[in-house]
């Protein structure tokens, strides 16, 4: 793949990359002496005068805009402790920061550093453009800098430029360093990138220098997750190559003392079981002269520190705010030793922040109005009630099909296609029943928050309609089948209207056995997939999925054929996007906003505005259709021979 250089904001405008945050050491010896303090801290300055030095780093990866505690949001009680088994929040999270940051403050410096993936799973990230809420936030609550996840482009580069924008005019924002993205080009969705580099919002390298100690900060966007993001004209160089430059510049030029690689690329089992693999390992492997990875992206939560090459720690902190990582590792002529890992669960025997928490009853106004209203909902709006845990967990497949079941034929109830499909990872949260079961807009919208649309570019895929013969759906199921070790079980295909039978003992491309079109209602009716038969299939699915369907024969090397069609068997000629490495992007399923064949995007018209159906909306209309006992009651999620059916039969 041929890329350009990467973009130097420190470079194009000179700009010093360096927050001294200490004098010198030996003014500050000085001041301490006449100030008769120094035996306040004279075990820092034991320390220091034996050339050992400690430091701590504070950490999260993937928080996806989980500012209120994980579900349900009406249980979320921040305020006081003991009442809620809720996990994360902000507002929790912050005063955890604090905590942690007055303990170890006399011990060393601290730092507070975030993985990416800031964005994008609740309703909150679905206003990001109008509010920059995730990096004000982060800045409120002390970070030292973030770095780009793959779902920070969801929107786009405009639409990430505009959300780092609205928080830089704010006056809250934290560096964001991006080494390996590139958006140095001509193309107008790159402008607000291009004027933030130039502002030294965004930057390739950051030193700090706190408490003594020269820390030299880089972030990468690993080769793995750049296959998920939505670059459109920026691209990502090599992540391992950009590596090696960086850590050169921090040594030879910046002098650093200790250099952090903020590494958003995911971590995985080796077939012992433990965690030895992923990109967050790899680029620890190849460049020694990385002190410090704190990784992300495959929402692990480390235990113990990953110790690649005798010397340089990996940690992650999970997902979702759900932990804070602490990090504490000595400096000794040289060595770096791991003093002390440990995750500290963000739940509630944490009395949260009010400070944050009421910015973030501020940003809920914004959200409504911006993401629900157009569609008659609002954030804090009760829909219905869960009689039980509807799970989303990727590798235990019979744990989740009730959710799966209810989202796929929620999405063919909207659209009346033949099938509905999506994925497991399309399914970015559980419900989860709580104290009293209530599920609100908020908890629903976290089912499915991911992307944009295409008539209608305000947040959540729209559902998208094309036909496929048998033969390509089976082509679309194997490749889907594949899994992933970083991300086991997340391309899991979950259907309405279709099951099929798999047999994975069966070689690769060849283990689906079987499909059949119908449903528990009306039966099931096997059809031919091996060719011979060119009747078509309507399908819908969400357009963030959707993009990965198009780009399979590209992904397989054309070993796996499909192309999406009209009614009449026409190919589908509006596609954005073609492009020979998918690694940049991925083909759009359908055209820019100008030119949209409204006849295979799922929308309703009003005043002669095509509205389109998103994904969310699809779930929010289905549960509120559900029958109610008595009138003003909400309606209770039915736990029933439909949200029990397997529709994906393993064989063999």
């Known amino acids: 793949m041929k890329v350009a250089p990467a973009v130097s904001a420190a470079k194009e405008v000179g700009k010093e990359t360096t927050l001294r945050e200490t004098s010198s050491r030996r003014d500050f010896l000085a001041r301490s002496s006449k100030a008769g303090a120094a035996i306040l801290l004279c075990g820092d300055l034991v320390v220091a005068a034996e050339g050992k030095k400690t430091f701590t ?16 949001a009406s249980d979320y009680t921040p305020f006081s402790t003991g009442d809620d088994k809720t996990l994360g929040g902000y507002a929790r999270l912050a005063a955890l920061i604090r905590q942690r940051k007055e303990a170890r403050q006399g011990l060393g410096p601290v730092l507070v550093l975030d993985d990416g993936d800031y964005s994008m799973g609740t309703a909150f990230g679905g206003a990001i453009r109008e509010t920059g809420a995730e990096l004000q936030l982060l800045s409120r609550m002390g970070y030292d800098a973030t770095t780009f996840g793959n779902h920070e482009f969801d929107f786009g580069p405009d639409g990430l430029g505009q959300s780092i924008g609205v928080a830089a005019k704010a006056g809250h924002v934290p560096p964001v360093v991006a080494s390996n993205t590139n958006f140095d080009g001509k193309h ?11 502002d030294g919002v965004i930057r390739r390298h950051l030193v700090i220098e706190r408490g003594g100690v020269r820390f030299g900060i880089f972030g990468l966007l690993g080769k793995e997750a750049v296959v998920y993001t939505q670059g459109g004209a920026a691209s990502f160089p090599d992540a391992i190559e ?18 952090i690689c903020l590494s958003h690329g995911g971590v995985a089992r080796g077939k012992d079981g433990k965690f030895t693999g992923g990109d967050d390992v790899r680029v620890a492997e190849a460049v ?35 932990n804070l990582g602490e990090l504490v590792i000595t400096v000794d002529g040289g060595k770096l030793t791991v003093e002390s890992y440990q995750l500290h669960p963000i739940d509630d025997t944490i009395a949260g922040d009010r400070a944050i928490a009421d910015e973030i009853d501020r940003y809920k106004k914004t959200v409504t109005k911006v993401v629900f209203t157009s569609r008659g909902y609002r954030i804090d709006q009760p829909l219905a009630v869960a009689a039980r845990d509807l799970p989303n967990t990727f590798t235990d497949i019979a744990a989740g099909t009730p959710l799966a079941n209810l989202v796929t034929d929620s999405f063919r109830k909207a659209i009346n296609a033949d099938i509905a499909i999506t994925a497991n990872a399309m399914m970015r949260a559980g419900i989860t029943r709580g104290k009293s079961g209530v599920q609100t807009v908020y908890d629903v919208f976290a ?26 759906l089976k082509h679309m199921l194997e490749f889907l089948l594949v899994d992933n070790p970083t991300h086991p079980g997340e391309t899991f295909p979950r259907t309405s209207g279709m099951r099929f039978r798999y047999d994975m003992s069966r070689p690769m491309f060849d283990v689906v056995t079987a499909i059949e079109i119908g449903d528990i209602d009306h039966g099931y009716r096997a059809i031919d997939i091996t060719g011979e038969d060119e009747r078509l ?7 963030f ?29 509006e596609k954005a ?22 006849s295979s995007v799922a929308a309703v018209a009003e005043k002669g505005t095509v509205r389109e159906i998103k994904e969310w909306q699809a779930i929010m209309d289905y549960l509120s259709s559900l029958p109610v006992k008595r009138k003003g009651e909400l309606p209770i999620i039915p736990i029933d021979e439909h949200a029990g059916e397997v529709r994906a039969i393993k064989v063999g």
């Open 57 to 72: 780093i504070l950490h999260t990866n993937d928080l996806h805009s989980n500012f209120i505690g994980l579900g349900p």
């Open 188 to 198: 107008a969705t790159l402008a607000d990138l291009q004027r933030l580099a130039k």
């Open 242 to 259: 950009t590596a090696k430059e960086m850590v050169n510049v921090l040594h030879e030029k910046e002098k650093v003392d200790v250099v």
């Open 288 to 322: 020694p002269g990385i002190d410090v990875v704190i990784g992300g992206h495959s929402h692990t939560a480390l235990q113990e520190a990953i110790l690649v090459n005798g010397r340089t720690p990996v940690v992650q902190a999970g997902k979702y705010g759900q």
């Open 447 to 472: 089912v499915a928050p991911l992307g944009a649309g295409i008539v209608d570019t305000t947040a959540g895929s729209a559902l998208v309609t094309a036909y496929f013969t048998g033969q390509e």
């Open 537 to 543: 299939y309507s399908l819908t699915c969400p357009l």
């Open 545 to 573: 999925f959707g993009k990965i369907v198009v780009a399979i024969p590209t992904y397989t090397k054309g070993k796996l054929t499909l192309v999406p069609k009209n009614k009449q068997g026409e190919p589908l000629k």
């Open 577 to 598: 996007e073609l492009v020979d490495d998918p690694r940049d992007d991925t083909p759009d399923l359908l055209p820019p906003p100008s030119t949209v064949d409204k």
